[in-house]
């Protein structure tokens, strides 16, 4: 709706503009009318003229209308006599020798018009304006005032280091800055000098903006926070006053804290060519830049940032004296999703059958985010069923959720696609059994969610940092599964396996030019990380590699899936019954735990 007012006043800007120009250096239009002798003495006999002055031999009246005349009185000159008629007119004073007709209205009457176009454009120019700026009082003003929220801790909107769960090492790290913001004596005596930055690198939905906020709320101290993009506005210069503001603003409430969410929207790279040029973010963070190198030392102003994009932050930025220290928000193990949990799950009524210890080890991957957003979903599903406590089944139902989407059981699917569905998942979850080492199924489905026809997960025994290429290799072997399925059984080939195909392609692409697994390319990196391309950076860099090594490579790659497609065939072939079993419990029952699949590969039968 902002939009739509904003792009309406535009027009009408445009229009109240060109009204003003017209009015005010259009031309005058006149519409005087030319009367002859006997009709004038005719109008002054009926009372019709208003008023009339005589100059040489020309006569100008007004009528009772308003309508003005003018008439050319024949044999005069200017210093002659009038004739009889015009000198009793003149007696009488109804014409008046000399001067000029007085005006219809008064002069402050005649500029009402433009007045009344100026005041509209005004008004209009006003709203806008306040448009463009979020709304709000007087931000027509405040161009280069700071958008930057202040938070105090009698505000009660500040959290403490107790309610972050799950960032123990990130916490100690933050530590002695709250330490020196309670007292900051024993730094100075000692001659310390307490970081003026902290960088909090993360993906998104660890909890980087939460962290800072406990500090501030052990610490005591005022809060304020605004985001990267808040600071570049479409006029030049008005980012750069705003960062002089913000941090004048936080000199008067010293000590404190500076928190900018999304830096990078403002940190960018300088001088990156194609990307990077924009003259407001520029001078944005050329002012960020001259804020923070001026600070005196130990002055009391902490500035803390988050951004997912540390990669494409300018290397002035990074240097020691601004942003002194990074801090790596990852995400949290199953010791710290358990805490995260019960942090999210405390006021929140759980049956007896809960058990959060089994929930952290099957969301690995999930962020504080995810986990807030899983009890919430779990929640949600529980008030939708009229239950009054949360029970386990639907916890697990919202983890499943979170990752694929909700079962979409009203979904029309044909007995072709559901038995072509059941054996390319029986096809994954059997491979996945029978190769050691690998994480054990947790349930196979054939009902769709999200964009799957089916879905089979795996729960990981425990939380892993490395990978080896065993493993790896094994993952493509399950990938493909599948698609080998498929093609054993149903003799055709589906699209089905189309993520499964993206993914296993992107394992042996890393496996070959980033991890160095491959013999004949040996430990080299060939080439950029293609998920995190800054295009001012990258887009203009050759390949690092020959023409040779780009088909070594793409040759390398087709070995590797050749190799686990054959593994998967091999073990598929050999366990043929299993693999039926697998796929007809799952035309009769959609839905297979991993009790249910474990009897039904050891040939047992399903209650």
């Known amino acids: 709706m902002k939009r739509f007012f904003k792009g309406i006043s535009v027009y009408l800007l445009i229009v109240l503009l060109i009204m003003f120009g017209v009015n005010m250096f259009g031309p005058d239009v006149e519409t005087v009318k030319e009367m002859d002798v006997t009709e004038l003495i005719k109008n002054f006999r009926e009372g019709n003229v208003v008023s009339a002055v005589m100059n040489g031999n020309v006569l100008k009246g007004r009528l009772v209308d308003e309508t003005e005349f003018t008439t050319v009185i024949p044999g005069i000159v200017e210093d002659s006599m009038y004739p009889l008629y015009l000198q009793e007119l003149v007696d009488s004073g109804q014409l008046q020798l000399g001067g000029e007709l007085p005006p219809t209205t008064p002069w402050y009457i005649d500029l009402l018009p433009t007045l009344l176009i100026i005041l509209v454009f005004g008004v209009f120019?006003?709203?806008?304006?306040?448009?463009?700026?979020?709304?709000?009082?007087?931000?027509?003003?405040?161009?280069?005032?700071?958008?930057?929220?202040?938070?105090?801790?009698?505000?009660?909107?500040?959290?403490?280091?107790?309610?972050?769960?799950?960032?123990?090492?990130?916490?100690?790290?933050?530590?002695?800055?709250?330490?020196?913001?309670?007292n900051p004596r024993k730094y100075i005596e000692i001659g310390a000098r307490i970081p003026t930055g902290v960088l909090l690198v993360g993906p998104p939905g660890t909890g980087k903006t939460y962290l800072s906020k406990?500090?501030?709320?052990?610490?005591?101290?005022?809060?304020?926070?605004?985001?990267?993009?808040?600071?570049?506005?479409?006029?030049?210069?008005?980012?750069?006053?705003?960062?002089?503001?913000?941090?004048?603003?936080a000199k008067k409430n010293s000590p404190c804290i500076i928190f900018i969410d999304e830096i990078d929207a403002v940190g960018r790279r300088r001088g990156a060519g194609l990307g990077g040029g924009h003259d407001e973010r520029e001078q944005t963070l050329n002012q960020l830049l001259v804020e923070m190198d001026g600070f005196a030392t130990n002055e009391g102003i902490i500035v803390m940032a988050a951004t997912n994009r540390a990669d494409i932050l300018d290397p002035a930025l990074l240097r020691p004296g601004r942003f002194d220290r990074t801090i790596y928000v990852g995400l949290p193990d199953i010791r710290?999703?358990?805490?995260?949990?019960?942090?999210?799950?405390?006021?929140?009524?759980?049956?007896?059958?809960?058990?959060?210890?089994?929930?952290?080890?099957?969301?690995?991957?999930?962020?504080?985010?995810?986990l807030e957003n899983l009890v919430n979903e779990a929640a949600l599903l529980t008030a939708r069923y009229n239950l009054k406590t949360i029970p386990m089944y639907l916890v697990e139902e919202a983890s499943i959720k979170v990752q694929a989407g909700p079962e979409k059981k009203s979904k029309v699917v044909s007995d072709k696609e559901r038995r072509l569905t059941a054996y390319h998942e029986a096809g994954h979850a059997l491979t996945g059994r029978l190769i050691p080492g690998t994480d054990p199924v947790h349930m196979v489905t054939i009902i769709p969610r999200g964009m799957a026809g089916g879905f089979?997960?795996?729960?990981?025994?425990?939380?892993?940092?490395?990978?080896?290429?065993?493993?790896?290799?094994?993952?493509?072997?399950i990938l493909l599964g599948g698609r080998v399925t498929e093609a054993l059984v149903l003799d055709d080939i589906s699209t089905g396996a189309q993520n499964d195909i993206d993914r296993a392609t992107k394992i042996a692409r890393s496996m070959v030019t980033h991890y160095g697994m491959n013999e004949k390319l040996g430990p080299m990196t060939y080439g950029t990380d293609e998920e995190e391309v800054f295009v001012g950076r990258d887009l203009g860099r050759s390949r690092n590699y020959s023409e040779e090594v780009a088909a070594a490579i793409d040759s390398e790659m087709r070995n590797m899936i050749d190799i686990a497609y054959h593994r998967a065939e091999k073990l598929i072939t050999e366990n043929m019954d299993a693999l039926h079993r697998i796929a007809e419990a799952l035309l009769e029952k959609e839905t297979i735990d991993a009790k249910e699949f474990e009897r039904v590969f050891l040939g047992e039968e399903l209650n």
Do not use: C
Request: proline share 3%; aromatic share 10%; net charge negative.
């Open 456 to 477: 089979t997960s795996y729960i990981p025994e425990e939380d892993r940092s490395f990978i080896t290429k065993r493993q790896m290799e094994d993952r493509l072997v």
């Open 336 to 370: 710290g999703r358990e805490a995260i949990l019960q942090v999210h799950t405390k006021n929140k009524p759980l049956a007896d059958d809960v058990d959060l210890k089994v929930v952290a080890k099957r969301t690995p991957g999930f962020t504080p985010a995810d």
């Open 125 to 182: 120019w006003f709203v806008f304006m306040q448009q463009s700026q979020g709304g709000g009082g007087g931000k027509v003003m405040s161009f280069g005032k700071s958008k930057a929220r202040m938070v105090k801790e009698e505000d009660g909107k500040l959290v403490k280091f107790a309610d972050v769960a799950g960032l123990e090492e990130e916490k100690e790290e933050l530590k002695e800055i709250v330490d020196f913001l309670k």
């Open 214 to 249: 406990a500090v501030a709320g052990e610490a005591g101290v005022p809060f304020f926070t605004i985001s990267g993009s808040d600071f570049v506005e479409m006029f030049v210069g008005v980012g750069a006053s705003r960062v002089r503001d913000l941090f004048e603003q």
